[in-house]
């Protein structure tokens, strides 16, 4: 649960958007005026803050400028009327996060606090280069092996420069985490940290998000818009995937690389930014310029410094550190004690390959704690977890309870299909049994949709989208 401050002089907006946030789960503060919400602040930094721009006394840009002071890794959403985008633009190129134009999109709007939050705390939690973090709930590059003792040195070696960085890896080793590292110990820290997924947005969308455009642009541009790569002035732009990023869009980076500015869509003038950039990729880019689908000026720009993270079964002496790490992380989050793991399941977890390294490894380890009944994890709950089944043996009374439910839920099944009138009975089948995962999982949460989309591995707009189409509300879902 995050808490968010929201200063706007309206009291109807600030009830009406605060009762939708506390909806969503967070805790919510609300001021009137910029010095009761700079007041606010500085009797307790919140997790965002939503800033109107028209406010009475001291006004919005001031008001950011001294909540920006007193903590300058702080979130700021800007909200505006048409009237005063101008000044919202000016807000985010001194650091606001983003601005939301009056009147609300709520979906869009409640997706953007989600954006907001998620990069006020890789800006403001640290990620540990150690094996043992100091709090479970730390993010954390965990390893002794000498493969990650060498990333550990590297990372310090490049992070007070301000050198491009290609982070090389398979899917799911970390180089997220890398990055982070790579910005909390640099002398950007201070300045924003904004990342790109360039496979999670559409082609259409990725040239105008990291870039911006002006008004009038194309069908739809209203207004001006500043991109992610303006956002990012003065600190770090993390490119992920970027080795799936469109060549018509590659041509744009290299400008940036060359010249450090760019041009928004419909734009005529460079615009000049101060920004580092560090991207990742688990492709082979020698192949893909090879074969003309990533250039190779391009490639050479980014290749500067180059570090590789190891595939986790190169490095399985750090396997049961992981797994306690996940452990006590994931214990901490749904709020039960650590059960703790067996021998035999730590030895069983290290004979595995891991085709999807450390994150892998991560959802096995939560989803055995889901159905770990408050004793060590097991060989069989390992097994289980990983989508094997363990043989008559190994069954232990958990796992004869779960067969047991596998078998009634199979009876229910048949007895649909023998009985069944719906018309598209496979789709009434499945919306059922997706209706009744998202009750339980909203339940075990306590209506918390962010928490429960991260538990269910969907985004937060896809469990929102399910929940409409199956009537499903937070209030009767915890009740249920």
Not at 53 to 79: C, N, Q, Y
Not at 170 to 177: A, D, F, I, P, V
Not at 333 to 343: D, F, K, S
Request: aromatic share 6%; charged share 25%; with cysteine.
């Amino acid at each position: 649960m995050a808490e968010i401050l929201i200063v706007d002089d309206d009291p109807q907006l600030r009830q009406s958007f605060g009762k939708i946030l506390r909806t969503e789960g967070h805790s919510v503060r609300m001021a009137g005026s910029g010095e009761a919400g700079l007041a606010a602040v500085q009797e307790r930094v919140p997790d965002l803050v939503v800033l109107d721009v028209r406010l009475p006394g001291m006004s919005g840009l001031e008001t950011f400028k001294a909540i920006k002071a007193v903590d300058p890794k702080l979130p700021v959403i800007v909200m505006t009327a048409y009237g005063t985008t101008e000044t919202a633009i000016e807000a985010t190129k001194m650091g606001a996060f983003d601005y939301v134009l009056k009147p609300f999109n709520i979906p869009a709007l409640l997706d953007l606090v989600s954006q907001a939050l998620k990069a006020g705390r890789f800006m403001r939690s640290k990620v540990a280069l150690d094996a043992q973090p100091a709090s479970p709930q730390e993010d954390a590059l965990i390893g002794r092996s000498r493969a990650m003792q060498d990333v550990f040195k590297a990372i310090g070696r490049v992070a007070c420069t301000d050198a491009t960085v290609l982070i090389r890896g398979e899917s799911g080793t970390g180089k997220e985490l890398v990055a982070r590292a790579i910005y909390q110990h640099s002398h950007r820290s201070f300045g924003p940290f904004m990342v790109i997924n360039c496979v999670a947005i559409p082609e259409t969308l990725l040239e105008s998000e990291l870039f911006g455009y002006e008004k009038g642009a194309f069908t739809g541009a209203v207004s001006r818009r500043m991109g992610k790569v303006e956002q990012a002035h003065h600190g770090t732009l993390f490119l992920d995937e970027i080795g799936d990023m469109p060549v018509s869009i590659q041509a744009k980076i290299l400008r940036l690389l060359q010249e450090r500015s760019i041009e928004r869509l419909g734009g005529r003038r460079p615009i000049p930014v101060d920004v580092r950039i560090i991207a990742a990729t688990n492709r082979n880019l020698e192949e893909a310029v090879a074969q003309g689908r990533f250039r190779d000026d391009l490639f050479y720009r980014l290749n500067v410094v180059t570090l590789t993270l190891p595939p986790l079964r190169e490095r399985r002496e750090d396997i049961p550190l992981l797994a306690e790490y996940f452990l006590s992380r994931y214990a901490a989050e749904m709020g039960v004690a650590n059960p703790g793991i067996t021998q035999d399941a730590l030895q069983c977890l290290m004979a595995m390959d891991w085709l999807g390294n450390v994150r892998q490894l991560a959802n096995v380890i939560r989803k055995a704690l889901i159905f770990n009944r408050g004793f060590p994890l097991e060989n069989a709950d390992v097994r289980r977890a990983v989508g094997e089944e363990p043989n008559g043996e190994e069954l232990s009374k958990g796992a004869k309870d779960l067969a047991g439910l596998t078998a009634a839920l199979d009876q229910w099944i048949l007895h649909q299909l023998r009985h069944g009138v719906a018309e598209r009975l496979f789709d009434a089948l499945v919306d059922d049994f997706s209706a009744r995962v998202i009750r339980l999982t909203l339940e075990m949460t306590k209506g918390n949709r962010t928490h429960a989309a991260r538990l269910l591995g969907v985004s937060r707009p896809t469990l929102l989208a399910r929940m409409e189409k199956y009537g499903i509300r937070v209030e009767a879902a915890v009740a249920s």
